[in-house]
């Protein structure tokens, strides 16, 4: 297993998370820390953003993804999936805005099924499919411990739309181990 910047960063925002959470609630540091790991599954910045935007105001309210992500290939599973966003701003704003430059597509709670996949430089609802703006940041987690990482061959596009929802697609992410691949579509409604 290895550490990427991504986990490194992940890690940054949920301490800065739970400390903004402390500093302006009476919630037990079990609390403040599952609103951290919620934020963290969520929009997760990277130092690499091309376009530095402070970091949104906390929401307050209870918003969230709800999503399916669907997987073909050497892998086949479907899984859909609920992730509060409860300290990250309403769902236009969060569209608008990302989190500091980045916007993290919503990843299911599973430790056998996993897709992290962040947009660098994120400017607000539109289609992303310049492999650039991903910087290598796409992986896939199978049940198996395959892990399928983005390749020179991958064909990638994220959609964000103005209210938050949106729809990832991939295809050829490959597993060099084991010379096997992954296609696959994520959707999303955020409310």
Not at 149 to 157: G, K, P, R
């Amino acid at each position: 297993m290895h550490l990427s910047t991504r986990a490194v960063v992940a890690l940054s925002l949920a301490c800065c998370i739970v400390a903004v959470s402390a500093c302006g609630s009476s919630s037990t540091a079990t609390g403040s820390t599952a609103t951290a790991a919620n934020a963290t599954n969520a929009a997760v910045p990277t130092s690499q953003a091309a376009s530095p935007t402070s970091a949104p105001a906390a929401g307050g309210g209870t918003h969230q993804f709800k999503a399916t992500l669907t997987v073909t290939g050497a892998v086949k599973k479907t899984v859909d999936f609920t992730q509060p966003l409860t300290a990250l701003p309403p769902c236009a704003t969060l569209a608008q805005t990302g989190f500091s430059g980045t916007w993290s597509i919503p990843q299911p709670n599973s430790s056998d099924f996993k897709l992290n996949w962040n947009v660098d430089g994120y400017k607000g609802p539109g289609t992303y499919a310049d492999a650039s703006a991903y910087d290598n940041s796409v992986e896939f987690d199978g049940a198996n411990g395959e892990e399928f990482d983005q390749v020179d061959a991958s064909v990638l596009s994220v959609t964000i739309n103005a209210d938050g929802s949106g729809t990832a697609t991939f295809q050829k992410l490959q597993d060099q181990m084991m010379d096997k691949s992954v296609n696959g579509t994520e959707t999303w409604t955020c409310s």
